[in-house]
């Protein structure tokens, strides 16, 4: 009979689970996909029913249920941290009791009640630390017999950032640092201020960076008042917050803002206001400040466990711009980042770790290979599926029999301009689409990223785009002399593809700037050169590959923009029917479900649709 | 009563003692919440809670 552990993540946010099979990722999945809810943080009841599903286990059967951090601890950092700012917080304290007293102090009565949806059997859960289900996501899938474990995120119990040493099995946390003083909420207060959402907008705010001149004297000003006032940064990498300057310990934002005006000369960005030069600036200031931190905190890791690989999860893993100043430095010879680097993939680390440590199972290595099957590990759907969603939407497609004839069809399509929704197979772990629940188009069509962003995402005209390399090209492209299959890096596009710069053009205008052609692949070259690159391996991603390929023998090109499958504040799209949806509402030109191809030509409209806008809340 | 069970657990296992009269306190508050209120609403920011 097969081991078989069942990972939770859930109640704060990104709630996702994940299952591991004699220690084997069999499926893992974000909640959110299914209930159609960003960043959903209840419990993962779909999800949990799709990985049993998936795996062809019984609830009953499971070894164990590993839920990914402690309960019990989080709420004594909660109440001692109410306690050293008395009389302070007595507000925040009020919101939050109710809520503890309710509900997450009685989490495991919850939990098992929710679990009972799943089975009536007793199995036991586990409750692993959040940090140390961090560090398993990150070190058990990855290639490496042994590396240093870094792990960054907001907070979890009391941990907010955690350096470590895997080896075989066992992992070993060596240094952590502890809440209130956290780089995660350092950058999500920046966030807030630039005026995008937290927990969410992170992203955005190092997309902006880019924008701001570091030349300018108000970009060094930035920096200079951040280090002076807001925080104290040590030469081992720690971070030490002046409290008094942020309202996230005791209050119910992140900053506050008089204090902040009153130092960095600029107020908090109004949401959705024109972005203006200040605040881009300041993004490139905290984005800078971030990387300082990153490097410090590798430098103490790699003198810590003398390692030659690097391991990284938590939400700032997710800074692939500072995991791209990581690799260049050469503090070690190779990274890997779980791809799932957030609260989600905390499921799959709390179940690595109850594997590993819990019942004390070896680690089997495959050299050279991580264990996350491309990250393709959700839900994928067989073309009945697809084709009763096509009869309830009284939709027009065409079908390919043939793979090859597919790919030669789309490579026209996508060189002719089109945009082009690539819904294939098993759906991502992650925030990032792979080229399964994507939406792709030309990279050297100037006017992809507009398009991308304006008429089909309706997001902010800033946000850049990402290539999808097929992996044997990314030299051709990109300062990269290694993989990067999760999109997690940022390097620089080659010297040779390049543009020159005009004149002042770090003052010129953001559109300006941005609609200079900066190279031969416009649409993915960001702002300052750069590039956010996922490349593509032929044996775990054969049809992406294939069609990227297909799309370089026609025009000479081995790569295509992707983007993920959904519009601004919708959970990517994870069947079908979200996808036959969402590529109506969009001004996207085709469609391809597996092998089916709809022409939005061909299409009705669909009946008594909603307003997407309304469905979903602005992200 | 497996609740009361785990709370002493986890405050005998990480010696915090000085912690119970406040969670004795914010239960007897709990009591009142649970008779007197409807859902409790977790806070719109960044889920520290």
């Known amino acids: ?619 | 009563m497996e609740f009361l069970k785990d709370l002493w657990g986890f405050l005998k296992e990480r010696k915090k003692f000085w912690l119970l009269p406040l969670i004795v306190i914010l239960l007897l508050f709990g009591v009142l919440i649970v008779f007197t209120s409807g859902s409790a609403i977790a806070p719109f920011i960044y889920t520290l809670f």
């Not at chain 1, 999760?486 to 390097?491: A, D, E, G, R, S």
């Open chain 1, 1 to 619: 009979m097969p081991e078989a552990i069942l990972g939770i993540s859930a109640y704060y946010h990104d709630s996702a689970a994940a299952i591991l099979v004699d220690g084997e990722i069999i499926a893992a999945a974000h909640e959110e996909r299914f209930t159609r809810k960003k960043h959903d943080p209840s419990f993962p009841l779909n999800a949990a029913k799709y990985v049993l599903e998936e795996a062809g286990i019984a609830y009953n059967d499971l070894t164990a249920v590993a839920f990914y951090d402690k309960p019990y601890i989080k709420f004594e950092r909660l109440l001692e941290t109410y306690h050293s700012f008395v009389p302070k917080g007595l507000v925040s304290f009020l919101s939050a009791m109710p809520v503890w007293i309710k509900e997450k102090l009685f989490m495991k009565k919850m939990l098992n009640e929710e679990l009972a949806k799943l089975g009536d059997g007793k199995v036991r859960v586990l409750f692993p630390e959040h940090h140390l289900s961090h560090a398993a996501s990150a070190f058990y899938p990855s290639p490496y017999e042994e590396a240093a474990i870094l792990t960054l995120d907001g907070v979890g119990e009391w941990a907010t950032t955690t350096i470590g040493y895997g080896k075989g099995k066992d992992i070993k946390i060596l240094r952590e640092l502890d809440f209130p003083h956290s780089l995660g909420l350092l950058y999500s207060a920046f966030t807030y201020y630039c005026g995008f959402k937290v927990n969410s907008g992170e992203y955005k705010l190092m997309g902006l960076a880019p924008y701001g001149n570091p030349k300018a004297e108000q970009t060094k000003d930035f920096k200079r008042k951040i280090l002076e006032n807001l925080v104290d940064i040590k030469e081992d990498g720690s971070i030490l917050l002046n409290m008094e300057y942020y309202d996230f310990a005791t209050g119910l934002k992140m900053a506050k803002d008089k204090k902040w005006e009153q130092i960095l000369g600029i107020p908090i960005r109004k949401p959705e206001s024109t972005l203006t030069g200040e605040y881009m600036n300041l993004a490139l200031a905290i984005q800078m400040i971030t990387e300082e931190v990153v490097l410090r905190l590798s430098n103490t890791t790699q003198e810590l466990t003398k390692a030659k690989n690097i391991v990284l999860a938590g939400g700032v893993a997710l800074n692939c711009v500072s995991n791209g100043k990581l690799l260049k430095s050469g503090i070690f010879d190779d990274i890997w980042i779980q791809p799932a680097a957030g609260d989600a993939g905390g499921a799959l680390g709390a179940a690595y770790a109850a594997w590993h440590i819990w019942m004390g199972k070896e680690r089997k290595i495959v050299t050279g290979k991580d264990a996350m099957k491309g990250a393709y590990l959700g839900p994928e759907f067989s073309d009945s599926d697809i084709v009763k969603v096509a009869r309830r939407n009284n939709a027009r497609f065409h079908y390919f029999e043939s793979d090859d004839q597919l790919y030669d069809k789309i490579s026209d399509i996508l060189a002719e301009g089109n945009v082009v929704g690539w819904f294939q197979g098993r759906m991502e772990y992650g925030p990032r689409a792979l080229g399964n629940r994507s939406i792709i188009g030309d990279a050297r069509n100037p006017e992809m990223q507009k398009k991308m962003n304006l008429k089909i995402k309706y997001r902010e005209g800033f946000r850049p785009f990402a290539p999808s390399v097929i992996e044997e090209e990314i030299q051709e492209y990109f300062e990269l002399d290694r993989q990067s299959p999760y999109m997690l890096l940022v390097v620089p596009v080659n010297e040779a593809r390049k543009n020159p710069e005009p004149e002042g053009y770090n003052d010129l205008e953001m559109y300006d700037r941005l609609y200079h052609l900066r190279s031969d692949i416009p649409s993915i070259t960001h702002i300052d050169y750069s590039a956010r690159v996922q490349s593509v391996n032929r044996e775990v991603n054969p049809r992406y590959w294939h069609l990227i390929n297909k799309f370089k023998q026609k025009t000479g090109y081995g790569l295509l923009v992707n983007t993920s499958f959904n519009v601004r504040g919708e959970p990517i799209v994870c069947s079908p029917e979200d996808g036959y949806r969402c590529f109506m509402r969009t001004e996207m030109d085709y469609l391809v479900l597996g092998n089916y191809l709809f022409d939005k030509k061909e299409q009705e409209k669909i009946k008594d649709d909603t307003n997407w806008q309304e469905e979903f809340e602005l992200d």
